[in-house]
């Protein structure tokens, strides 16, 4: 069935200059597609990885990630066939020529600030007032310790299920950095609430001198970590944004950690950090969107978007629709619910950058999700629409 498949898709390919596919191409790939509906029922794409949407589990299996990247690229087609165009068109909330051109049902990965900014045509004027404006935000001590912390304990859970399948000396070594890196970071993250850090004594008043840290401690065993993990690297989602924030680190390598030294010490080491990533951190770094990542949704993933869509103009002057999509494998509600709360994701970023950059006129977000033999229907999440939309021939 593979074998079958991967020609038409090369057929597909060899067609990409043509808007339309030929009538007989959808009619021969149709019973693809609900073949492979069937066979990826329940699962997903989701931040580059496969996904059960029933537990959200993590699915590690080549040929069933084959088969979706399959799935999704012929559904992708089948979007532009006249049928689907024809039924976008019937629908009066939709903004006109809505997906029409064929740039717009392709995907898109969100890695950086100036990406989003590309797509919404932000002059370089705005760009500057996003960053000024995001960076305090998301730089801010907590976010920065928070969003590491994320990237280590999913890398820790990450290894701990390959160690399982396929236990080796790198994996094992890696287990025992992220454990000093987090211990690390525990040291690093000072503030609580009900605490009296404020009488806290300096550590001339203490007992003996506390060996003080710095982040470069936790620059090196980043580079370690790498290291040892580099034969893994295609497996583990999460590797790759330690690469990420290193950037960041090489900024602040000589600030202090420590927990033994004095409140104001203490706050003025994590104002250091706060002032040198808002000052070094630029609009292109994958580091600083990684932090608005976290700061926006507690997530270090960049945003996957399957069907990147656009900007429309929407019924009157200085009205505009951000229209985008997904694909999915069933119209079950669970797996339509995790598509739809996706969606949002994405387009809660782009509407957030859109209003920091203080662009003029209103802005509505529209999410579209596409399955086989869907009935057409919209449901409302967060004040926004999402349309399901079947695909047929």
């Not at 989003?116 to 801010?140: D, E, G, M, W, Y």
């Amino acid at each position: 069935m593979a074998m079958q498949i991967n020609v038409v898709l090369y057929h597909c390919s060899e067609e990409s200059h043509e808007e339309n596919l030929p009538s007989e191409w959808y009619e021969k790939t149709f019973p693809k597609l609900i073949e492979l509906t069937h066979m990826l029922k329940n699962l997903d794409s989701i931040d580059g990885r496969l996904i059960n949407i029933n537990d959200n589990s993590v699915v590690i299996d080549d040929s069933l990630q084959q088969s979706m990247h399959t799935f999704k690229s012929l559904a992708r087609a089948f979007l532009g066939s006249p049928t689907a165009q024809q039924a976008l068109t019937t629908h009066t909330a939709i903004p006109p020529l809505c997906f029409s051109k064929k740039s717009e049902r392709g995907p898109m990965t969100i890695n950086s600030l100036t990406r989003v900014c590309n797509f919404l045509n932000i002059s370089a004027q705005q760009r500057k007032l996003i960053r000024l404006s995001i960076c305090p935000q998301v730089t801010q001590h907590q976010i920065w310790t928070g969003a590491l912390e994320e990237i280590l304990s999913g890398l820790k859970s990450e290894i701990e299920l390959m160690g399982h399948h396929s236990p080796n000396k790198g994996v094992k070594i890696g287990q025992q950095i992220i454990y000093s890196c987090l211990k690390f970071l525990d040291a690093a993250v000072t503030y609580d609430p009900d605490s009296t850090s404020w009488m806290r004594p300096s550590p001339s008043k203490l007992n003996g001198s506390p060996v003080s840290h710095k982040w470069e401690d936790i620059l090196e065993m980043f580079n370690d970590l790498m290291n040892c993990l580099r034969k893994e690297k295609e497996k583990l989602f999460h590797l790759p944004k330690l690469g990420v924030m290193k950037e960041g680190l090489l900024q602040i390598k000589d600030v202090v950690v420590d927990k033994n030294i004095g409140y104001r010490e203490t706050r003025h080491q994590e104002s250091l950090v706060q002032k040198k990533l808002t000052k070094t951190l630029g609009h292109s770094s994958r580091c600083l969107f990684t932090l608005l990542m976290y700061y926006l949704y507690g997530s270090v993933a960049d945003v996957e978007v399957e069907i990147c869509g656009g900007l429309y103009e929407s019924g009157g002057k200085d009205r505009f629709c951000l229209c985008m999509g997904k694909i999915l494998t069933s119209d079950e509600e669970k797996t339509v619910r995790s598509g739809v709360k996706q969606l949002d994701r994405a387009l809660g970023l782009f509407k957030y950058v859109r209003e920091t950059a203080g662009m003029k006129g209103d802005l509505d977000i529209q999410g579209h999700l596409w399955c086989v033999g869907a009935e057409e229907t919209s449901v409302t999440y967060r004040g926004n629409r999402f349309f399901v939309h079947g695909i047929r021939f």
